[in-house]
Nanobody, 121 residues
Framework: QVQLVESGGDSVQAGGSLRLSCVAS?????MGWFRQAPGKQREGVAA???????SYADSVKGRFTISKDNAKNTLYLQMSSLKPEDTAMYYC??????????????????WGQGTRVSVSS
């Protein structure tokens, strides 16, 4: 079993930046960030594997950057130009699989508890 612990969520003004982190207790390969806003379904935001192959949701392309430190089993999400619609609980997810057909869908066995991001206008 792998434990995931997220951090970095905060309340910011629109246009601001935040960096989320997720530390895994064991070795994993593909990791991703998902978010769920109140009253909405959880959606994939970004994902990356140990080779550095990254995927992004259209809504965050050009604003968010995902990265992974394989030595530290740590995932990051650098978020810039934040918008009120980015407000959500952000979850980290992970799998030991190196290849995922749809990395922005719920294919991950391990999930964190979430970190809250609130963006005000």
């Amino acid at each position: 079993q792998v434990q995931l612990v997220e951090s970095g969520g905060d309340s910011v003004q629109a246009g601001g930046s935040l960096r989320l982190s997720c530390v895994a207790s064991g070795t994993v390969d593909y990791m991703g960030w998902f978010r769920q806003a109140p009253g909405k379904q959880r959606e994939g935001v970004a994902a990356v594997n140990s080779y550095g192959s990254a995927s992004y949701a259209d809504s965050v392309k050009g604003r968010f950057t995902i990265s992974k430190d394989n030595a530290k089993n740590t995932l990051y999400l650098q978020m810039s130009s934040l918008k009120p619609e980015d407000t959500a609980m952000y979850y980290c997810a992970a799998t030991r699989s190196r290849f995922l057909l749809y990395p922005l869908t719920d294919e991950y066995p391990y999930w964190g508890q979430g970190t809250r991001v609130s963006v005000s206008s």
